[in-house]
């Protein structure tokens, strides 16, 4: 055998070596994949058949069976994150509005009613965030859709094959609630699945339509009306928002323009023909008593307009309940808005960090969307669906599925927006992303997929 044959094939040890290694990543790929689809059903209350009498989590888990259960769910995705630290570390630099908004309910926990009921809400919530963070950071776009459809149709699966076995449980007051405790979660995670059917570039479109349709008849069963409306918004506002900041260069004073001309008369219209809207969709002129539990939550930010009442102590009824003095027939678990909740528990501090937060995803999650791909757009997609949702749901800094995703999407765009100093440049074939400071090299230079 010469130098040269010999130098052409590994050796045994090397060979042994290698493939150890690649066991040992596909094993982390398969347990973050795992992770990924558990997390997001434990986070939507789709363990609701397992669990019947358990609230929410984080919510003050009094069944042991769910308290064991989410203690090993999340030791488990804790012990996933420790070889991630160094990136979960880099992207808190680069983002540090969104790590000041993540520590935030902890930090609530110094001025709260009830300081240990948010400290323990917390405890889950951190957790929440670094395995958000960890997998946002290791898994591809591709896959991070994917999981979530394949999430979303195994639910809306199981909830059909629940309602043929226990059809007058299935449905509570003529809305379909399958496997979960109410319409909200399920009619939520149809919502999502149209919008990651949507921006599934990996399937043909046949797939793609049929899991659309699908996704759709389901929340028109749910009967839940704020992620329909939130959907119909964010499916034609995505690309048009992708378009317009990636070819205009005054790109804030137009978005300005857009809001301004379109979006304020809009909502201007629907508060003057608000009992109209109402009852067209079958609703009451209060929202279902959405209004008034924010006019609770404005009267209640009188009391502690800089530091707010401390994350989820205002509806803890065991010690305070400003629904007793104020003749409400209902008992809310939130303020069902997420911006009126964000200012209720942590008032203007928590409230201005929100705000900065927002801003940087919705930027970075724009400039991401620029790339030559309809995938690219799901961050933005999911970003904008749960901008649209706080206005009717308080989903934004909670134990949710919405919240899960949009931590993941936002690690992602983060990580892969922001390497190695590179900057999307404009070409005549589309976006490439080069150093800052210099030049594409020519149509030759290979462009950075947003699938990485």
Not at 258 to 269: G, H, Q, R, S
Request: net charge positive; glycine share 8%; with cysteine.
């Amino acid at each position: 055998m010469n130098s040269g044959e010999h130098r052409g094939r590994p050796t045994g040890g090397h060979t042994s070596v290698g493939q150890g290694e690649a066991m040992q990543t596909g094993l982390f790929r398969v347990l973050d994949k795992a992770l990924f689809i558990v997390i997001l059903l434990r986070c939507s209350d789709a363990t609701h058949l397992l669990f019947p009498n358990s609230p929410h989590m984080g919510a003050g888990d009094s069944n042991r069976g769910v308290l064991f259960a989410s203690l090993v769910l999340f030791s488990i995705g804790l012990a996933a994150c420790l070889p991630s630290v160094p990136e979960i570390l880099e992207i808190a630099r680069r983002f540090k509005s969104l790590a000041l908004l993540i520590v935030l309910p902890a930090v609530s926990a110094l001025w709260s009613y009830n300081a240990g009921y948010t400290a323990r809400r917390s405890a889950w919530l951190l957790a929440l965030a670094a395995i958000a963070l960890h997998l946002g950071s290791r898994c591809s776009l591709q896959t991070q859709i994917s999981l979530t459809v394949t999430t979303v149709v195994f639910a809306l699966l199981s909830s059909i094959a629940y309602a043929t076995v226990h059809p007058g449980d299935a449905f509570l007051g003529g809305a379909f609630r399958g496997i979960f405790p109410a319409k909200h979660p399920l009619g939520l995670l149809a919502a999502i699945g149209i919008l990651g059917f949507w921006c599934n570039c990996g399937r043909s479109w046949p797939s793609r339509g049929c899991g659309i349709a699908f996704c759709a008849a389901c929340l028109l069963l749910s009967r839940y009306v704020a992620p329909l409306i939130c959907v119909l918004i964010a499916l034609p506002l995505t690309p048009v928002l992708r378009a317009v900041w990636s070819s205009m260069r005054w790109r804030f004073a137009l978005l300005f323009l857009f809001v301004a001309t379109i979006a304020v008369p809009l909502l201007l219209l629907l508060l003057w023909k608000l009992p109209e809207v109402t009852a067209f969709f079958g609703k009451e002129v209060t929202l279902t008593g959405r209004t008034d539990a924010w006019g609770i939550v404005l009267a209640a930010l009188r009391d502690r307009p800089f530091l707010g009442h401390g994350w989820g102590s205002f509806w803890n009824f065991e010690f305070n309940n400003p629904i007793a003095s104020r003749g409400l027939q209902w008992h809310p678990a939130h303020s069902h808005n997420a911006y009126l909740e964000v200012a209720l528990d942590f008032g203007a501090l928590g409230a201005s960090i929100f705000v900065a937060a927002c801003f940087t995803l919705v930027r970075h999650a724009l400039g991401f969307a620029a790339r030559p791909s309809r995938m690219c757009e799901w961050p933005l997609a999911i970003t904008v669906f749960a901008l649209c949702l706080g206005v009717a749901e308080s989903m934004m800094l909670d134990m949710s599925a919405v919240w899960f995703l949009c931590l993941v999407t936002a690690a992602h765009v983060v990580k892969q927006h922001g390497t190695a100093g590179l900057k999307l440049r404009p070409n005549a074939r589309g976006f490439r992303l080069t150093p800052r400071g210099e030049e594409p090299r020519g149509e030759g230079s290979a462009s950075i997929a947003c699938n990485r």
